[in-house]
């Protein structure tokens, strides 16, 4: 297959095969790359998708959205390592919160602490207390306070939360459960305990509330721990449980699938005060007031930071977070059912087939190199601010890498397959517009491509349209042989398509002896501007065709030419036309058929330039114009004014009875034939005495005194010519 053959099969196969391309690259995302688990299983695999769509995710989160705030109803107690300290208190302080004794020793403290903590907070009106850290026993011996704090939440049961939490001693060592003694743990009461356990590919997007145990850690939970009933073994998060325990009810969401968590902001969004404050200023503190600040509140005890021997903090998308505030923020969520939800499949594949459709009508209707880049990324920045609205006003997650890859490869196909189909026709183009038109209009013709293809599809534009046929070639013809012909005519023909390209016309077809060109036709061009340029174009080939009779003469194979010409102005269809193998380029409608009437009146009128009367108008400052007539022609429901320009306006003086011609005119059409007839007469006699037009008018005057023309009469004649 030929380059040429192999360009026109692109090029005529255009829609199918982008379409083919875009319908591939939307299956490609919808079944190769797409992973429906990715939200659910966020620590399982690394592709680019994943990366992508929690990248997308961080930033929708940080991007600031409609003002939002942490629920007030939620506080968080924090233990930091200054508590481990000399707390440095009076005595009177101490009388007054002597649970500040059990602090700044060993870890663990003093249970009592808990004890009387949760009695306070509880008897004060709070709505529950949670535990954000393991009451584990690091030996077999029971920890002081254990007798004092059992009893407090075996009491308190339905209003407390404490933590377990799977994890390992050492790095790659097996899996245990850190959790209470079974002192701790209120008979009966199993769903007491929550995993703290989270669910992180290195930044803790979700969490899980739901989490089997493997069997082999059961069964060796059951060896470690015989007396331990498996039943009291949690499977529910941490912050699950206290949600569930506030409302009464389970949260109103799928359970085993990790959540989403809706971030509300930086850490110390949520209201955070030190436990040592809490305690040190219990009474004193008028915020406080004795407790009643914690009324109706969620009260969340945790580390802050390092707590002692481990790091408690998390890396989320906000910043470093302390795990009671992600506690704190996961329990909010459920609570107020504001967690993040992936996008159902179905919104996905209706995304994925809607901007492949899109991707497809721009790659198909729009040729512009950097319109088709400015609309992909505006169809990108509309995507994903409509999502990001969908964000904020739904909580709902979109997937943004099926857009990406979508708009990215059928943009980068849809211009590179422009771009080399463009490479190729413009080179086509070129070459054949280049004999049509001058160089330097076939060159601006397809630097607007664009706009140049919507015209070759069909296009209303106003035009002006240029008429040229030799005389008396048909009996000129039949004289000569048919190579002096053919040489004589390509000598005429290449002089005046040459004038016309001088003045950026457009030759549109030749007819036989006949030419037709335009302005305003292949690109943008005022109709002043077309209208003179092509005037100017008529009266120069005139003088062209003077210079070649000069050079003609005594050349017995060559024959004296004269030519008519005719011009108009009009609104005419632009397009291309014909077989789909051999079309052409050009103009049709009034204009054209206007011109052409107007050419062959050339001939009756006997002068070789004529002018439609728009064209007058638009020139007339420009040009010196002789009024022909007022003609009806065939086809036409109109009479028309025709008129010859004699020459450039500037620097020129009116012909001798020209002035007289004018004034005829006017009595002729005002019926005042007698007086026109006095005036034409004059006229003729200052113009030699043989002037075809006076004597034209002077016979009609003479017709119209013998018979007078009806009362419509407006002075137009019938041509019976085409």
């Not at 704190?328 to 993040?340: G, I, P, R």
């Not at 060559?558 to 380029?585: D, T, Y």
């Not at 004014?641 to 020209?658: D, F, K, N, T, V």
């Not at 019926?671 to 006095?678: Q, S």
Request: proline share 6%; hydrophobic share 45%.
């Amino acid at each position: 297959m030929s380059i040429r053959r192999l360009f026109e099969f692109l090029l005529h196969r255009r829609f199918l095969i982008q379409t083919a391309f875009v319908v591939i690259v939307t299956a490609v995302y919808i079944w190769g790359v797409h992973d429906p688990d990715m939200w659910t299983n966020p620590d399982q695999g690394n592709t680019w998708e994943k990366n992508l769509e929690f990248s997308v995710l961080d930033m929708r989160g940080n991007i600031p959205s409609p003002p939002r705030t942490a629920p007030t109803d939620v506080v968080i107690l924090t233990i930091t390592q200054e508590d481990f300290k000399q707390l440095g208190v009076d005595a009177e302080t101490l009388k007054r919160s002597h649970e500040l004794t059990y602090m700044g020793k060993e870890w663990p403290w003093d249970r009592r602490l808990w004890a009387e903590l949760t009695e306070r907070l509880v008897g004060s009106g709070a709505k529950l207390v949670a535990y954000d850290f393991v009451f584990n026993n690091p030996t077999d011996e029971p920890i002081a306070g254990d007798a004092e704090f059992g009893p407090v939440l075996a009491r308190y049961a339905d209003r407390v939360v404490i933590a377990s939490h799977w994890g390992t001693v050492a790095p790659g060592s097996d899996s245990i459960l850190f959790m209470p003694p079974p002192g701790l743990i209120p008979q009966g009461e199993e769903e007491v305990m929550g995993l703290t356990a989270q669910n992180t590919d290195g930044i803790v997007r979700s969490v899980k509330n739901f989490q089997e145990a493997p069997q082999t850690l059961m069964r060796a939970l059951q060896a470690n721990h015989p007396r331990l009933n498996l039943n009291d073994v949690p499977k529910y998060s941490f912050n699950w449980l206290a949600a569930k325990k506030v409302l009464g009810m389970a949260p109103q969401r799928e359970l085993k699938k990790p959540m989403l968590l809706n971030f509300y902001g930086v850490s110390g969004t949520f209201t955070t005060i030190k436990l040592v404050d809490v305690l040190r200023n219990w009474d004193t503190d008028p915020k406080l007031d004795h407790g009643a600040y914690f009324k109706g509140k969620v009260v969340f005890v945790g580390p802050d930071d390092v707590f002692r021997f481990s790091n408690d903090t998390y890396n989320t998308p906000p910043d470093n977070m302390p795990g009671v505030e992600l506690q704190a923020t996961a329990y909010s969520n459920l609570v107020h059912n504001e967690w993040l939800e992936p996008a159902p499949d179905w919104i996905v594949l209706t995304l994925a087939v809607g901007l492949g459709a899109l991707a497809l009508v721009v790659s198909l209707w729009v040729h512009s190199v950097m319109l088709k880049m400015g609309l992909f990324a505006t169809l990108g920045a509309i995507f994903l601010a409509v999502t990001q609205h969908i964000f904020w006003a739904h909580l709902i997650v979109t997937p943004v890498s099926g857009a990406a890859m979508i708009l990215i490869c059928c943009g980068a196909f849809g211009t590179l397959y422009d771009y080399i189909l463009g490479q190729y026709e413009r080179q086509r183009m070129l070459g054949m517009f280049e004999s049509m038109v001058s160089p330097g209009v076939a060159g601006l013709m397809l630097s607007h491509r664009g706009e140049f293809e919507q015209r070759l599809g069909g296009q209303r534009k106003e035009v002006v349209v240029l008429f040229s046929d030799i005389r008396g070639f048909t009996s000129w013809s039949e004289r000569v042989g048919p190579d002096a012909l053919v040489a004589q005519l390509n000598e005429y023909l290449s002089a005046m398509v040459g004038v016309i390209q001088e003045e950026g016309g457009t030759l549109q077809k030749y007819i036989g002896d006949a030419l037709m060109a335009a302005w305003g036709d292949v690109r943008e061009l005022l109709p002043a501007e077309g209208a003179e340029r092509a005037v100017r174009a008529a009266l120069h080939m005139q003088r062209e065709l003077g210079v070649l009779n000069v050079n003609w003469l005594g050349q017995p194979n060559r024959k004296q030419l004269s030519c008519g010409i005719g011009i108009n102005h009009g609104e005419g269809v632009v397009g291309q036309i014909g077989h789909p193998r051999r079309q052409e380029f050009t103009v049709m409608g009034d204009p054209v058929n206007l011109a052409s009437r107007i050419e062959s009146a050339t001939k009756q009128y006997r002068h070789p330039v004529l002018v439609g009367e728009s064209i007058y108008e638009m020139t007339k400052e420009v040009f010196l114009y002789r009024l022909v007539d007022k003609i009806m022609v065939l086809g036409k429901s109109r009479a028309v004014c025709i008129y010859a320009p004699l020459g450039e306006l500037a620097g020129a003086q009116p012909p001798p009875g020209l002035p007289l011609y004018e004034a005829a005119l006017e009595r002729y059409f005002a019926r005042d034939f007698v007086r026109a007839v006095e005036l034409f007469r004059a006229a003729n006699t200052q113009m030699d005495g043989n002037d075809f037009l006076c004597l034209n008018f002077i016979e009609r005057c003479e017709y119209h005194r013998q018979v007078p023309p009806p009362a419509d009469w407006d002075g137009s004649w019938a041509l019976k010519e085409k």
